[in-house]
């Protein structure tokens, strides 16, 4: 089997969130004798993913800390912005927001150091937004989703442009708009239907059915 096709499958068991079959194949294609530094890193990215969503978040911290601090000696800005992305999203699923507000301000300060790149500033302003949203700063989750929307619609990242029009929907939704959540939730679903992403279109396709 080619490193290809491992870590195919290792992305497939994550997909359908059988968390013990992608830890032991992405920690079977890190024992490998011979890897790149490209290939390498991917797969610690996909592991830290698997401990992330298995809630074993002090591992994930602790493998994206790690991959940060390498892209940081390595004076790699782009990578650095990445792997402090995900240290973020780490801290906002175990629930530690304002650690995750941390990252992400610190992110945007790497993003606007790289150009400001419309994709990287609109997953980054979607992160910002629901932080601020969870901590109860509606006018300012407001101004980070609409930027979010903004900068997506300047790519053609499809999952990007779903999780910008599924903020504003929560922000309208926590606002008491239904009408203006049910449309910004629609316009998300149909964006990650065409993108192919069905769990996140399913997610969506709940909030639907339940502010209907």
Not at 46 to 73: I, P, T
Not at 79 to 98: I, P, T
Not at 144 to 157: Q, Y
Not at 160 to 177: E, F, I, N, P, T
Request: hydrophobic share 45%; aromatic share 8%; glycine share 8%.
């Amino acid at each position: 089997m080619t490193l290809a096709d491992a870590m195919t499958r290792a992305w497939a068991a994550f997909q359908r969130e059988d968390w013990t079959q992608a830890e032991a194949l992405y920690r079977e294609i890190l024992s490998a004798p011979i890897l790149t530094s490209v290939e390498r890193q991917g797969a610690r990215f996909g592991l830290g993913y698997v401990l992330a969503y298995a809630q074993r978040f002090d591992e994930a911290r602790e493998l994206f800390v790690s991959l940060r601090e390498q892209a940081a000696a390595g004076d790699d800005l782009a990578f650095e912005h990445v792997a402090l992305h995900q240290v973020g999203m780490v801290e906002r699923m175990a629930g530690h927001w304002e650690a995750a507000q941390d990252c992400f301000e610190r992110e945007r300060e790497l993003i606007a150091r790289l150009g400001n790149a419309p994709l990287a500033v609109a997953v980054n302003a979607y992160e910002l937004g629901t932080v601020a949203q969870h901590l109860g700063r509606y006018g300012e989750a407001k101004a980070w989703f609409d930027l979010s929307l903004t900068c997506a619609g300047r790519t053609h990242d499809l999952i990007a442009v779903g999780c910008a029009h599924r903020g504003l929907g929560d922000w309208h939704s926590a606002q008491g708009q239904t009408g203006e959540a049910l449309s910004c939730w629609r316009s998300a679903h149909a964006s990650f239907l065409a993108a192919g992403d069905d769990r996140a279109a399913s997610d969506v396709e709940r909030r639907i059915q339940s502010g209907s």
